[in-house]
């Protein structure tokens, strides 16, 4: 039971540490008047750039623990932003050979989460 205590503990401290990673480079990168969002781009990027890194290091060789791997890859990464987790799933699914999935999980992912987002938003107008 410790070990999933201790499991909890490091994707919370990851994704604290990335969560405040996100925000200072939302503060350092803003839309710059542009209208165009810098910041969240620059993390999305940044953040495939990591967990590809660190997932494939953990896989591929023993440099990184499996306790890294999840204040790492699942914690930071997954605090800092969860669109590398959505990017390195499309992947793994790719590279397994499931292009059915993987095209499923992606599109469906998008179009649902911006169907979803208005749904939301329409939903929340009816309130106010």
């Given at each position: 039971?410790?070990?999933?205590?201790?499991?909890?503990?490091?994707?919370?401290?990851?994704?604290?540490?990335?969560?405040?990673?996100?925000?200072?480079?939302?503060?350092?990168?803003?839309?710059?008047?542009?209208?165009?969002?810098?910041?969240?781009?620059?993390?999305?990027?940044?953040?495939?750039?990591?967990?590809?890194f660190i997932s494939e290091l953990s896989i591929t060789s023993s440099l990184v623990s499996?306790?890294?791997?999840?204040?790492?890859?699942?914690?930071?990464?997954?605090?800092?932003?969860?669109?590398?987790?959505?990017?390195?799933?499309?992947?793994?699914?790719?590279?397994?050979?499931?292009?059915?999935?993987?095209?499923?999980?992606?599109?469906?992912?998008?179009?649902?989460?911006?169907?979803?987002?208005?749904?939301?938003?329409?939903?929340?107008?009816?309130?106010?």
């Amino acid at each position: 039971m410790t070990e999933r205590y201790a499991a909890f503990l490091l994707v919370g401290a990851g994704g604290f540490a990335g969560a405040v990673a996100r925000y200072l480079v939302a503060l350092a990168l803003p839309f710059i008047g542009t209208g165009f969002p810098f910041g969240t781009l620059a993390v999305n990027v940044a953040g495939c750039l990591l967990i590809g890194f660190i997932s494939e290091l953990s896989i591929t060789s023993s440099l990184v623990s499996p306790e890294l791997r999840l204040l790492f890859a699942t914690g930071f990464c997954g605090g800092f932003t969860t669109f590398s987790s959505y990017m390195y799933e499309t992947m793994s699914l790719l590279r397994d050979g499931e292009m059915l999935y993987a095209s499923i999980y992606l599109f469906g992912s998008i179009i649902g989460g911006i169907l979803c987002l208005y749904l939301g938003m329409q939903i929340a107008r009816m309130w106010t």
